[in-house]
C-alpha cells in the first residue's frame, strides 16, 4: 500500500482546510484509514479514523465538532476536512492504514509522507 497525503498550508486561527489522502495498492490489510499528527517535539497523535468499507468513523476529543473524515472508495482517496482551526493544530499530519481498528500509530502499517499544516493567531 502506498499513500500520499495533500493539501496542507498556512491558515489564520478559525480557518479551515481540506487535506487529502491518495491510496494506491489496497489489500484486504487495508482496514482502517486514519490521520495522525505530530507537532514538533511532541509524539505522534491520533486524530481520526475511518473503516474503509462500511465508513464507521472516531474522532480524537481535541477535534471533535470541528474535523470530519471521509472516503471516497472510488477514487480510493480519504479526506479530513478541518474548520475551526486554532494555533494548536499546527502540525504535520499524516495519514495511515492498517488492519485493525486502534488509535495507537504503532498498530498501522503503512504511512504517507505528511503534510504540513500551520494555523496562525
Known amino acids: 500500500v502506498q499513500l500520499q497525503a495533500s493539501g496542507g498550508g498556512l491558515v489564520q486561527a478559525g480557518g479551515s482546510l481540506r487535506l487529502s489522502c491518495a491510496l494506491s495498492g489496497l489489500t484486504t490489510r487495508t482496514n482502517v484509514m486514519a490521520w495522525f499528527r505530530q507537532a514538533p517535539g511532541q509524539d505522534r497523535e491520533f486524530v481520526s479514523r475511518?473503516?474503509?468499507?462500511?465508513?464507521?468513523?472516531v474522532y480524537a476529543d481535541a477535534v471533535k465538532g470541528r474535523f470530519t473524515i471521509s472516503r471516497d472508495g472510488a477514487r480510493r482517496m480519504v479526506y479530513l476536512q478541518m474548520s475551526g482551526l486554532k494555533p494548536e493544530d499546527t502540525a504535520v499530519y499524516y495519514c495511515a492504514t492498517g488492519p485493525v481498528l486502534a488509535t495507537t500509530p504503532d498498530l498501522f502499517e503503512a504511512w504517507g509522507q505528511g503534510t504540513q499544516v500551520t494555523v496562525s493567531s
Open positions: 475511518i473503516k474503509w468499507r462500511e465508513g464507521n468513523r
